[in-house]
């Protein structure tokens, strides 16, 4: 098992910025290849960012490509996800997920464990 906790979120104005943080715990994290992804109100689960065991590999989603930037502490078993100039679009829950499978760190469902989800909301 691998237990998630996301910080970071809150209420924001377009252009602005904020950093997500997950903590984990449990298995070694150092395993786990981990992604962020959002849910909006009505809309499906998106892929954000995802980051490789040893952090050499990241892959964006397009619309997050440029402004957001993943990145993992092993030593301290934490991913974090900085959002830069944010806009109105970006508002969702953002969830943290573990995986072991890096072929396809987009797809949602190659994930085994996930956070409670953290809420970001950028006002116009």
Do not use: H
């Not at 959002?38 to 952090?55: C, D, H, L, M, T």
């Amino acid at each position: 098992q691998v237990q998630l906790v996301e910080s970071g979120g809150g209420l924001v104005q377009a252009g602005g910025s904020l950093r997500l943080s997950c903590a984990a715990s449990g298995r070694t994290f150092s395993n786990y290849a981990m992604g962020w992804f959002r849910q909006a109100p009505g809309k499906e689960r998106e892929f954000v960012a995802a980051i490789s065991w040893n952090g050499g590999s990241t892959v964006y989603a397009n619309s997050v490509k440029g402004r957001f930037t993943i990145s993992r502490d092993n030593a301290k078993n934490t991913v974090a996800l900085q959002m830069n100039s944010l806009s109105p679009e970006d508002t969702a829950v953002y969830y943290c997920a573990a995986t072991r499978n890096w072929f396809t760190p987009q797809v949602w469902r190659n994930y085994n464990y996930w956070g409670q989800g953290t809420q970001v909301t950028v006002s116009s």
